[in-house]
């Protein structure tokens, strides 16, 4: 199957940074739009960035200006880069792949990494 493995979470000041990692590996032909997603305690799950195959970004508002999505398709890993983070920015955050394989498609996430920010 396919597996999603994030690293990079942990503990940081405001205003400070961090950089997420999700690696995906196991049956996979091609990884078309991946992503990061984010839950607070008590709050639904919410995007924070997608990225195409291509290239192409996409950032929910929280996001623009502050986080930076990128990856290597060659590696099949999706980054974020977030900087200028805030208090509110606590949270688990999840990778998320849409991917094709002989098997068919389908989405798979990860199990998710916290990223606490102390104000």
């Known amino acids: 199957q396919v597996q999603l493995v994030e690293s990079g979470g942990g503990l940081v000041q405001a205003g400070g940074s961090l950089r997420l990692s999700c690696a995906a590996s196991g049956i996979i032909s091609r990884i078309d739009i991946m992503g990061w997603y984010r839950q607070a305690p008590g709050k639904q799950r919410e995007l924070v960035a997608t990225?195409?195959?291509?290239?192409?970004?996409n950032y929910a508002d929280l996001a623009k200006g502050r986080f930076t999505i990128s990856r290597d398709n060659a590696k099949k890993t999706v980054y974020l880069q977030m900087d200028s983070l805030k208090s509110e920015d606590t949270a688990v955050y999840y990778c998320n792949a849409f991917v094709v394989n002989w098997r068919g498609e389908g989405t798979y996430w990860g199990q998710g990494t916290q990223v606490t920010v102390s104000s």
């Open positions: 990225i195409t195959s291509g290239g192409g970004e």
